[in-house]
């Protein structure tokens, strides 16, 4: 897995809830850490393909953020 998406996945954790993932094994973090980086690339690539072929004149990255609600 990409070390950014861990970082930001540890952040997430730490934010959201700190008093529960801390307990979990360090395979069960891992296994955690795998699925979350697949579901966000592949929504990222869904919501790229989409875009590209019914709204050909947005940009990728603005249909992405726009699709996951991140500002800039």
Request: glycine share 6%.
């Amino acid at each position: 897995m990409n070390e950014r998406i861990r970082e930001l996945l540890g952040q997430a954790l730490d934010s959201a809830v700190p008093e529960t993932w801390t307990t979990l094994s360090s395979e069960q973090l891992e296994k955690v850490y795998d699925k979350f980086a697949q579901l966000i690339v592949a929504e990222c690539a869904n919501v790229a393909d989409e875009n590209y072929i019914h709204r050909g004149s947005r940009t990728c990255g603005l249909a992405i953020r726009l699709h996951f609600g991140v500002e800039e």
